[in-house]
């Protein structure tokens, strides 16, 4: 794509980097085949192809983000699918991330939706704030259908009442600071995210890795210090707060690195850690984080990822008659952003479950991040989509690597959703998942 930038705008960095990444375009349209919200709504502009044209316009002319670009943008997942199908190889993430900064650095927003977005940035990264919103949830949950029924910030309230759990969640057995030993012989030590919504909303999850990982002779350890990695915040613009975020976790990370020294840093929920990942190029201009932040990305793993390079016990015996059949939803965030595709398939086969791929696997789910909230007439269209495929396999249980995901699709299904490593300790001695119910004949 060519592009008119002056020497003066290229000199600001983030605009050279943008602009290299508009350079790569070719017009082909391949994206718009995969991209979730051009094959709901069949618009252009809401198709990474035409969002990219109103990006290069905004940023080309120096200008404000208008109402039009800030609708299309907004309305982008940032699911990553179109990298994925993209034959040119466009940093499509990196573009929108900076279209999204800029959108709130000129842009003003009605007053009702700053107020929203601010209350979700002030609460949902902190997980005692979260636990007190929730809390309050409960009471205002049986309104959510009324609300919906009430314009655009009546439906956002009735989203976020909606998703909302129905009763709270048991504290974990583990907190910040804790040092996990393994079962036998420390092979590997690791850290491990503990992260905000999570451990709000399925503290299960953390729970089941660090029994899983234990057993295999690794160290777990939840460092005092970290906390949400940024991406909420990052997703809807807010640059400053998400950065903030970002060297807060390299902080504490990097000292226990420097410490005991650590093989990994471990993630449950794949949003989180497509993230971390990009810690390096987060702070890539900031010279007193850079070499840090680069240092930290390239330890990160997902749990599954990580799993597959141990060489894993025999499983447990069978803990039901017949085998179990799992559908595996593979998060945006895991496939797209993170290209892991089949560990957590090989995980759960070779643990002795029947894995089927759901129809249409490239799609979203229609979480990510607060979009089921912020745009929730089509996250539901996505969810329902989703739901229908994943139903049409027959499963027993539905299994995903992402918190976001668990939560948007179980609202919409009867299917128990689990995260995969749940399975894995229950396959390898844990407890069955509570979400699954008492076992068959019970």
């Known amino acids: 794509m060519q592009t008119n930038f002056s020497l003066a705008q290229l000199a600001d960095p983030h605009v050279a980097s943008s602009e290299k990444i508009l350079r790569t375009c070719v017009h082909c349209g391949f994206c718009t085949a995969t991209c979730p919200t051009f094959v709901l709504l069949g618009d252009e502009l809401d198709s990474p192809r035409g969002r990219i044209y109103l990006i290069k316009d905004m940023l080309e002319a120096g200008r404000a983000a208008d109402e039009v670009t800030v609708r299309h943008v907004d309305r982008c997942l940032s699911c990553l699918s179109c990298m994925t199908t993209c034959p040119s190889g466009v940093d499509y993430m990196h573009l929108v991330d900076h279209a999204r900064v800029h959108i709130e650095a000129t842009y003003r927003r009605p007053l009702p939706e700053r107020a929203f977005r601010a209350v979700l940035a002030a609460v949902l990264p902190y997980p005692g704030r979260m636990r007190l919103a929730l809390a309050a949830a409960l009471f205002g949950k049986p309104l959510a259908p009324l609300l919906a029924r009430l314009g655009r910030d009546g439906a956002r309230l009735g989203a976020m009442l909606a998703l909302s759990p129905a009763k709270a969640a048991p504290a974990s057995r583990h907190r910040p600071g804790d040092r996990i030993a393994p079962a036998g012989p420390r092979r590997r030590r690791v850290a491990m995210l503990t992260g905000c919504a999570q451990p709000v909303l399925r503290p299960e999850i953390n729970d089941a890795a660090i029994r899983l990982l234990g057993r295999f002779g690794v160290e777990v350890v939840l460092p005092k210090g970290e906390g949400c990695c940024g991406a909420l915040v990052h997703h809807m613009g807010r640059e400053d707060d998400a950065l903030a975020a970002a060297r807060r976790n390299i902080d504490t990370w990097i000292a226990e690195i420097d410490g005991e020294g650590l093989d990994a840093i471990l993630i449950t929920a794949s949003g989180c850690g497509t993230t971390i990942k990009d810690y390096g190029t987060m702070l890539k201009l ?33 803990r039901d008659a017949a085998p179990m059949i799992v559908a595996y939803h593979s998060a945006c965030s895991m496939q797209h952003g993170q290209k892991i595709r089949t560990e957590p398939k090989r995980l759960l086969a070779a643990a002795g479950f029947e894995v089927r791929d759901v129809p249409e696997g490239h799609l979203c789910c229609g979480s990510a991040g607060t979009y089921n909230i912020m745009q929730p007439a089509i996250a539901r269209q996505l969810r329902d989509r989703k739901v229908a495929n994943i139903e049409r396999t027959a499963p027993d249980v539905i299994a995903t690597g992402n918190i976001g995901c668990i939560t948007q699709i179980r609202s919409g299904t009867t299917v128990p959703i689990v995260h995969t490593v749940e399975l894995l300790d229950w396959a390898y001695g844990g407890p069955r998942p509570a979400e699954l119910g008492a076992p068959r004949g019970a």
């Open 286 to 318: 900031d010279p007193a984080y850079a070499e840090k932040a680069a240092r930290v990305a390239a330890l990160a793993k997902d749990v599954t990822e990580f799993l597959t390079t141990e060489a894993l016990p025999p499983v447990a015996p069978a």
